[in-house]
């Protein structure tokens, strides 16, 4: 994917354009975020999963194709626009599925749009058995707007060559942020399209095909209020029906786990951040560095000057270097943590779900031993019944099998990312240490 | 693996045996040695650690200087006294008074620090405390080798008696808030005040190009050094918080429920942890080798700085005493007219008085000129050794920190792909 980003002359990013059309590192940067966090249930190989970005992977899959996927339904984000204050997707899709139109088509969507589409799948009861792929987070821009605001007041005081070098380098933050919210958004679309039962809702075809805006409007006050007060209540409830004891040890089990499990993920996600940003917080500072050596190596009337310039050099490189460090550990981690994190949120919320389902079928008995002692209303209680067991039934056997797939997803994600991690690691401190050692056998030499 | 240094030592540096990373001691543990070997010199000097003297606010650090030499001068081949800070400070007043008219160069004393003293003596145990400790201890042996390394200054009787004498009198008048040390403040505005009027016609482009250098040199410097500042602050801060990753990698390798994998995100943590050291490491390296460097480069271009401003004044005491001479002239010229025979005398006596102060400014002027230059050379010449060696130790740090980065990750990679 080759990133064409048109920040103009003044420093606001109005207009920032990102777009598909052949493969360079970003891509590879990308597709690796995907593929890594959206690997299909259905496939046997796990690390032979659906490719949606690979463009090579465009026509038919010669390798472990699975009919009940891919070919059948495939998802992306080809291209994103930044604006002012709204980005704007284009969903393109490609299906052979007869429901659709066309066999290929595109949408442009916002991120409102989006949420609409989550919500939707957690309000329906239909889904109640399902770990809703979590919804994307909104895209973020403030703080890189105000970095970018910050520097065009500081102008003035810094060299013309200072100021060139911290622009291109906000520049690349927000490019980075920018390419993550796409990211994020694509694997939300690709996990319900990799879904067996989520990918045929009709609200998800509406979402890929209607081409005219869907006109869903942000919560206003009130409604934001409600969800509010709605989250209030459920957690609450959440809290007396995690008491009640499961019968069934697979699900008892899960609880324990996913409860423990969220809180760590949750620790281990804002950890890794804050070691993050310290890094990058390292590498800016050994760009400042770097720009006085240069400058005290032009001024300097002894042989120092040559010496200064090499060592300005090598710290420049070895700083780019750390920043690649920093972001790669940005992606392949932080990210993975946080995409558990909200995964393992829409977990639990499935054993909140199925939890009250069984609170509800154990009420449904408890009211018919009471109509069948009173000999009144007792048709009614057995239809009662008969619902509330259905559904819990209905929940707990989709539950099972989602709950062994988010296991298994889990393990394949982690293990490509902390896989790719450690390779990644490795390739900057070699490609570090060879800078350094070349620097040092040069400056030795001069002596 | 912590080296030792210094940048007075060109050619030899003696890496101490035991692991010494300043985190690691209390003040009261055992010595940490530094040794510095001055080849060209003959001279070693070590500060050893300290004993803390007296109790509560009056409670003061006595540090051990041992100085081993061959040179001549000294009276015996390994001597070691007991000095406080403050007599340290009365060595460079002494030296400053003495030199600096001259046009020498005298190596600028570390500075005081309140605050810093106040923590230790209070008796607090943490890290920003052995830190200080460390850290003065270091700048005292610096200050002490950079001195004897001028081939004037290690001949200076004070300097000698410094080294050698078990009783030294007390310096008082280094006290920040004695007599003598108002008498300072005052002088040092008085000098600043000074410098803004004399307006001095320099004859010689080589001072006002070499003035113009330290004045860059001094900027940038500083801008260096605030940069480094920075660094050390932050890495350091990246050390704690990868440590704090680790052990929140732990957990949640514990809670993992999945065999392999709760094993790999245990070995992620370790790994962490070592990498945390391993920053902890490289901010030490980044503190001690280069931040202190150039906090000492930034004091010693105010004493260059210093020493230009003397050979200033010099000349405007030159210039004083031929207007001097001038008016002197003026009232003799006047008196011939006058009939005073016994005033015209005294007024010839005061003719002759100040064209002798008029030659021996203009001898002094030159003296300084002939000196400053003579001292400006050997101080870029060490500037520049001081830099090279310390630059390549520095680089020297980050290529072991990347090789261990290196063998970590090499270890950690099989047990990621062991995850099945």
Known sequence: MMVGAFLSHSLHPSYLHLQRSDASSNHEHLSSVLTSLCVSPQQEGLDDGPDFLSEEDRGPRAVNVDL?????????????????????FTVHTKSTLPNFKQNEFSVVRQHEEFIWLHDSFVESEEYAGYIIPPAPPRPDFDASREKLQKLGEGEGSMTKEEFTKMKQELEAEYLAIFKKTVAMHEVFLCRVAAHPVLRKDLNFHVFLEYNQDL????????????????????????VLVAGVKDVDDFFEHEKTFLLEYHNRVKDSSAKSDRMIRSHKSAADDINRIASTLYTLGTQDSTDLCKFFLKVSELFEKTRKIEARVAADEDLKLADLLKYYLRES????????????????????????????????????????????????????ESAKQELIDFKTRRVAAFRKNLVELAELELKHAKGNLQLLQSCLGVLKGDT | ??????????????????????????????????????AHMSILIVINFFVFLGDGMNAYMVYKVLTKTSLSIFSRDEVCVKRRFSDFLGLHSKLASKYMHMGYIVPPAPEKSIVGMTKVK??????????????????LERYLLRTVKHPALLKDPDVLQFLESSELPRAVSTQALSGAGILRMVNKAADAVN??????????????EKQQQFDNLDVQLRKLHASVESLVCHRRELSVNTASFAKSAAMLGNSEDHTALSRALSQLAEVEEKIDQLHQDQACADFYLISELLGDYVRLITAVKGVFDQRMKTWAKCQDAQVMLQRKR????????????????????????????????????????KNIRREVGRFEKDRVKDFRVVIIKYLESLVHTQQQLIKYWEAFLPEAKAIA
Request: net charge neutral; with cysteine; hydrophobic share 35%.
């Open chain 1, 68 to 88: 009940q996927t891919d070919a059948t339904l495939q998802v992306d984000i080809s291209d994103a626009l930044s604006e002012r204050d709204k980005v704007k």
């Open chain 2, 122 to 139: 209070v008796g607090k145990e943490d890290l920003s405390s052995v830190e200080f400790v460390e850290k003065r201890r270091s700048a």
């Open chain 2, 195 to 208: 410098k803004m009027t004399i307006k001095m016609n320099e004859s010689d482009a080589w001072f006002e």
């Open chain 2, 330 to 369: 003026e009232a003799e010229a006047k008196l011939q007219h006058a009939n005073k025979p016994d005033k015209l005398q005294q007024a010839k006596d005061e003719i002759r008085e100040w064209e002798g102060k008029v030659q021996q400014g203009e001898r002094d002027f030159e003296q300084i000129s």
């Open chain 1, 345 to 396: 949120q829409a977990a639990k919320d499935l054993l909140y779900r199925r939890g009250r389902a069984l609170v509800d079928y154990e009420n449904a008995n408890k009211a018919l031993d009471k109509a069948r002692a009173k000999n009144k209303d007792v048709l009614q209680a057995e239809t009662t019944q008969q619902v509330c067991c259905q559904k819990f039934e209905k929940i707990s």
């Open chain 2, 1 to 38: 693996m912590w080296f030792s240094w210094s940048p007075v030592a060109w050619c030899c540096l003696v890496s101490a045996e035991k692991d010494i990373s300043p985190s690691s001691n209390g003040p009261k543990a055992e010595p940490v040695l530094f040794l510095c070997i001055c």
């Open chain 1, 215 to 238: 006109s869903v409007r942000g919560k206003n006050k009130k409604e934001k209020l409600e969800d509010f007060f709605k989250n209030v209540v459920k957690s609450a409830d959440g």
